[in-house]
């Protein structure tokens, strides 16, 4: 043991033994390469969940992409492949990774794949840590309207008129609404006829005049 300390072989062993180590870790350059090119053939050939795929391998590769793991839900999401894309906005989620954006399209997956609870508490969640959004106020109202949630639903229908009058008076950036403000008056003021009497003509009116 003493001559392999001093002649420096000891060494020399645990750097090689390391540099195997690494061999089997590392990213290649020329496998990156390529699995971006496979990622752009999918893409070139309409194949959604190809490429998420091709994107999820690259992502366990690069731990410092911190866009890869979205970027794969998304794509899978387009190949009408939720339950892949869950797991792929989960774990870009888990990393501390995932937009915005990437939040609503996993409620999106959980909706298409019949988690109700999971896709109402995720667009739950965003809506209330991030700046209103009339398309998270949208699907929780269908969502609470689907479940016969209608004290929720009111709630939601109100902060999503206050959102429109925001966005009138440009105090936010205009955001594209499933619902036009005419329905959004008129879907409120029925539910408000049958829980909230005395609230539902202004809203009913409102409706009226803008048809």
């Known amino acids: ?3 392999f300390w001093e002649s420096g072989m000891i ?14 870790i590392a990213p290649r350059p020329h496998e990156i390469r390529t699995g971006f090119e496979r990622v752009r053939v999918a893409q070139r050939f ?3 969940q190809r490429a998420a795929t091709e994107l999820a391998h690259l992502a366990e590769q690069l731990p410092r992409r911190d866009d890869l793991w979205e970027s794969a839900g998304h794509h899978a999401m387009a190949g009408d492949s939720p339950e892949d894309a869950i797991e792929y906005f989960e774990t870009a989620a888990a990393n501390g990774n995932l937009t915005p954006d990437g939040y609503l399209a996993l409620g999106d997956a959980y909706h298409q794949s019949g988690e109700l609870n999971a896709a109402t508490q995720t667009w739950e969640a965003i809506n209330a840590s991030h700046l209103p959004s009339a398309e998270i106020l949208n699907r929780l ?12 639903a009111i709630v939601s229908l109100e902060n999503l008129l206050n959102l429109q009058e925001i966005i009138i008076r440009g105090r936010l950036p205009v955001i594209n609404s499933r619902s036009s403000e005419n329905s959004v008056y008129y879907v409120l003021g029925l539910l408000l006829a049958a829980h909230n009497p005395q609230s539902a003509p202004v ?3 409102r409706a009226a005049k803008s048809d």
Not at 11 to 24: E, N, V
Not at 141 to 152: C, F, Q, V
């Open 11 to 24: 060494w020399k062993l645990i750097g090689s033994a390391a540099i195997i180590a690494l061999m089997g």
């Open 1 to 3: 043991m003493k001559i």
């Open 46 to 48: 309409d194949c959604p």
């Open 141 to 152: 109202t269908e969502t609470y309207l689907a479940r016969d949630n209608y004290a929720k």
């Open 203 to 205: 809203y009913l009116l």
